[in-house]
């Protein structure tokens, strides 16, 4: 895989990240946390559309046609398959899969690619505010099963030993590897990951994740626009 | 799912002890200062509350992000030393 899947990856995980954060801006559990889901969604969209435009710079974009019908050829994890249901679902996300992708944008950031190092930078001083968010409720203790699951879809996200993302690394386009990035999560959070053993064999190398199964059909019609259009006057709708 | 004490074993055998509840009694109110420009002093925005410094910082962003700020500050509302009040005489 490229550096282009790559960040078609972080793209669409962000995109997908932002949209579950949203969902939750009248759910959650203060005023404050509403207002901050809101806000992380809010950023996380606009990360999602910052990478989406590197893509060209890049010099390949490996977005195809099948976007616009198969919910499978997105590139999210499967912790944002459904609506999260619970408030630690949330929390999960927000500490430990949000995180995961800072540091593989740090990663960008300090590696050898240039539009990359001046057009993701902004992104981690915006990442600081979530990343104290999630890390401040993670502390307060929540569920385990949320916990357990983002950190083994962490750790399947950076990939392999040997997968792409090293040789990335050993090309000097990524600074860190798969497992200096498990390292700099585990530093940022002040923990250490459950004892995960991946089984690579059935690892998608272009979804990054062994888990089939996408994003439910609801999402996958907002994303393109078409829940908007349920909302639209009929004589919208015929115009259009 | 898991009860209350199983996430609370997970938690600490991963290194986090829960050292609070999230009740109002353990909530803070902080003041949020900020300035657009160098030039003007700082001044008070707003408040938020929340049980902790680092979370505070995150919803005082996230709150008052409306403008281009060039400095933002928080504040235990605790920890200000008040001269006189409106009403008293200084």
């Known amino acids: ?240 | 799912m898991a009860s209350a004490a199983d996430a609370a074993k997970y938690a600490a055998d991963l290194g986090y002890v829960t050292r609070y509840k999230r009740v109002s009694g353990d909530a803070v109110e902080y003041e949020v200062f900020a300035r657009k420009t160098r030039a003007e002093p700082l001044h008070q925005v707003g408040s938020v509350v929340a049980p902790d410094d680092d979370l505070a910082m995150a919803y005082a962003r996230a709150t008052y992000d409306e403008e281009r700020w060039c400095e933002m500050a928080i504040v235990r509302k605790e920890h200000v030393i008040e001269l006189w009040q409106p009403g008293e005489v200084s």
């Open chain 1, 1 to 240: 895989m490229s550096l282009s899947d790559l960040v078609l990856s972080i793209a669409d995980n962000k995109q997908m990240l932002g949209l579950r954060y949203a969902e939750w801006a009248t759910r959650a559990p203060s005023l404050e946390a509403d207002i901050a889901a809101a806000a992380m969604g809010l950023d996380d969209l606009g990360h999602s559309r910052v990478l989406y435009g590197c893509l060209e710079p890049l010099g390949a974009d490996p977005r195809g046609p099948d976007r616009e019908s198969d919910p499978a050829s997105l590139r999210a994890l499967p912790y944002f398959d459904k609506p999260w249901s619970e408030w630690a679902e949330f929390v999960a996300a927000n500490a430990i899969l949000d995180t995961a992708f800072t540091a593989m944008i740090e990663s960008c950031v300090n590696g050898s690619v240039e539009v990359l190092q001046h057009r993701l930078r902004k992104m981690l001083m915006e990442e600081r505010y979530h990343f104290l968010h999630g890390r401040s409720w993670l502390k307060s203790g929540i569920n385990a099963e949320p916990l357990e699951r983002a950190w083994h879809e962490a750790i399947e996200w950076f990939g392999p030993p040997d997968g792409d993302v090293a040789v990335l690394h050993h090309e000097g386009k990524l600074s860190l590897g798969p497992q200096e990035l498990r390292a700099r999560l585990e530093e940022q959070l002040e923990m250490k990951s459950p004892d995960i053993r991946v089984d690579w064999k059935g690892w998608d190398p272009v979804r990054r994740r062994i888990k089939p199964g996408a994003i439910d059909e609801r999402t996958f019609g907002m994303l393109r626009g078409l829940e908007e259009k349920k909302f639209a006057p009929s004589s919208a709708t015929k115009e259009a």
